[in-house]
């Protein structure tokens, strides 16, 4: 007769790999570039996202994500545009998937204030907000704000540097636009 | 960089200088991660569930026990109404029980005298199958079945067994 073995609890065998947390080879290279560029890459993000905790919750996972992507550094040809096309890619992410309203939750256990940032500075960020869609507000942000070339957006965007030239022209036609209708309205007003 | 040669560049470039000025955002630091906020709003929305269920559950409690207050399965409407098992022997209790199907667990009680031991009126005691000589008093249910409280039908100090009500 044979007995029962007792049934024992499985263990999950997992067969990730485990990599060394700090690369040699990339993690020199990426050092230096977050050191230089953190600031930079903080304001970016709060240029074009108008809710600062979504914003910080951004910046996380932009570095997050370069860490884990660090070998990719080697092959590039702008380490800034290369990081930056991440953030622009997570924010992108962020402000389309709703998680705004998450952010608006967060914000109720938040236990500081915001820095007081300038009126206008504010107001612009409101206003790019509410006439552009976030890709060409973003893009605008990376040209004119940050020096960005049609090269560096097009290799961050996936796009021919053609097609990024195209779609800086339409925003910049866009923006041109809402600015003198906004003008205009303001003119009329004050002749009232 | 690109050099800026149009005036409509010129006039943007100049329009969003000003976004220069915002204050960065900088990682934050492990304990104030999102995850942490995140799961402190979560453990105070379940907390605040788990306050305004149990309200609820209190409340339902409550008004049940007052509108209903013999909820036992020998009680009238319970589903072992007319079964007569109050005062019956227990093994055939068990035996009839078991046939039809119930899930059973027995609680014998052990009377006692109230004047000698502190007011307490009892003992009571988890038993796999009622032990010969012994009767039901008393039929509850629970989630898991019923729960059948008898005693030994020579108890000196048991108070009379309820009379069916059928």
């Keep these: 007769m044979s007995q029962k073995a007792p049934v024992r609890q499985r263990t999950a065998v997992t067969t990730s790999r485990v990599e060394p947390a700090h690369d040699e080879r990339y993690g020199h290279a990426l050092e230096p570039l977050l050191a230089a560029t953190e600031k930079r890459l903080g304001r970016f993000l709060v240029q074009i996202i108008r809710d600062r905790t979504l914003a910080e919750d951004v910046i996380q996972e932009t570095l997050l994500a370069a860490f884990e992507q660090r070998a990719e550094l080697v092959h590039v040809r702008n380490p800034e545009a290369w990081l930056f096309g991440i953030a622009r890619n997570r924010s992108l992410h962020a402000l389309r998937t709703g998680r705004r309203a998450r952010a608006a939750l967060e914000r109720l256990v938040r236990d500081r204030e915001d820095p007081p940032d300038s ?9 790019l907000s509410r006439v552009l869609p976030p890709e060409d507000r973003i893009l605008l942000v990376l040209r004119y704000v940050h020096g960005f070339s049609a090269i560096d957006l097009a290799e961050m965007t996936c796009r021919s540097p053609d097609a990024v030239r195209q779609r800086l022209s339409r925003a910049r036609q866009r923006l041109l636009a809402a600015l003198d209708s906004d003008d205009r309205a303001l003119q009329t007003s004050l002749r009232r | 960089m690109e050099e800026l040669t149009s005036i409509e560049d010129r006039r943007i470039e100049t329009f969003l200088e000003p976004l220069r000025t915002l204050t960065p955002v900088r990682p934050t630091p492990p304990g104030s991660s999102r995850a942490t906020r995140l799961r ?5 929305g379940a907390a605040l569930i788990a306050l305004a269920a149990g ?3 209190f409340a339902r409690g409550a008004f049940t026990s007052h509108a209903t207050p013999d909820r036992a399965p020998v009680s009238a409407g319970g589903r072992l109404a007319c079964s007569h098992l109050v005062g019956l022997d227990a093994q055939r209790a068990a035996t009839v029980l ?3 199907g119930e899930v059973v667990s027995w609680r014998l009680t052990r009377y006692v005298d109230p004047a000698q031991n502190g007011g307490v009126v009892g003992f009571a005691s988890d038993v796999a199958s009622p032990p010969p000589g012994t009767v039901v008093e008393d039929i509850a249910s629970d989630p898991q079945g019923l729960v059948v409280f008898i005693r030994r039908s020579d108890d000196a100090n048991a108070p009379p067994v309820l009379t069916p009500r059928c």
């Design chain 1, 119 to 127: 009126v206008e500075a504010v107001a612009i960020r409101d206003f």
């Design chain 2, 40 to 44: 402190a709003v979560l453990l105070g």
């Design chain 2, 55 to 57: 309200g609820v559950a």
């Design chain 2, 98 to 100: 078991r046939a039809r």
